[in-house]
């Protein structure tokens, strides 16, 4: 059974703060590695992706994946209250059809 | 790039109704889609994954009668929720990706059975 695991937060950060995401992962030939946004009511949007062991920087938003330790990270520098919703890990193990296996996602609150 | 359309945003209808719902690549020529089911503070569940010109893959638990699936190009997948009763009332989403390449999501469609 392959599973992804997030906490579910709330977490809470002031506006400007870091805000400081985890994803583990127990499938260790997982490959490909995302973090999806999802506004309330909203479906999700595709703010990261990562590949490969080490940090990945796009604008406010670092991603970081260590293999070996099965672990994923969401870094959002300058947090903004615009950046209030639920963050989705989601994993890739292969195959042919690239399903994933989303985390349950966690709720992201930056309060002004 | 990476455009994803889903119709209709919104479906209200009696119960027993069948239920249509279209997902197109709008940009980019879909190798697969796929279609989730989200419930209310829930994750997202995934139900079906679609190659162009077979038959979908249905998760575990998901009645294939029930929910139809038809990928007749590579830009287009259906999703049909037929005898719909109260009970499948959700947010239905599709996403589609191209060999190699995340998957990117519609804007959802939300299912309400009277």
């Known amino acids: 059974q392959k599973e992804v695991e997030q906490n579910s937060g709330p977490l809470s950060v002031p506006e400007g703060a870091i805000a400081s995401l985890n994803c ?8 490909s590695f995302f973090w999806y946004r999802q506004y309330s009511g909203k479906s999700p949007e595709l703010i990261m992706s990562i590949y490969s062991n080490g940090d990945k920087e796009d ?3 670092t991603a970081q994946l260590n293999k070996a330790s099965q672990y994923v990270s969401l870094l959002i520098r300058d947090s903004q209250p615009s950046d209030s ?15 994933l296996t989303f ?10 | 790039g990476a455009v994803v359309s889903q119709h209709p945003s919104w479906v209200i209808c009696k119960s027993g109704t069948s239920v249509k719902i279209e ?6 020529q879909a190798t697969t889609m796929f279609w989730y089911r989200q419930f209310p503070k829930q994750s997202l569940m995934l139900m079906a994954t679609s190659n162009e010109g077979s038959k ?11 929910f139809l699936i038809n990928h007749a190009s590579l830009t287009l997948s259906t999703l049909t929720v037929t ?3 109260p009970e499948d009332s959700s947010f239905y ?13 519609g804007d959802g469609t939300r299912l309400s059975i009277l």
């Open chain 2, 93 to 105: 989403i599709c996403s589609a990706s191209r060999q190699g390449q995340p998957q990117h999501f």
């Open chain 2, 56 to 66: 979908a893959t249905y998760e575990q638990g998901v009645e294939k009668d029930k």
């Open chain 1, 103 to 112: 985390g349950k996602g966690t709720l992201l609150t930056v309060n002004p």
């Open chain 1, 59 to 61: 604008g406010r938003f």
């Open chain 1, 24 to 31: 583990t992962y127990s499938d260790r030939v997982s490959q």
């Open chain 1, 85 to 99: 919703a639920t963050y989705l890990c989601a994993v890739n193990s292969g195959g042919s059809n690239y399903k």
């Open chain 2, 83 to 85: 005898s719909a009763h």
């Open chain 2, 23 to 28: 997902c197109r690549s709008l940009d980019f």
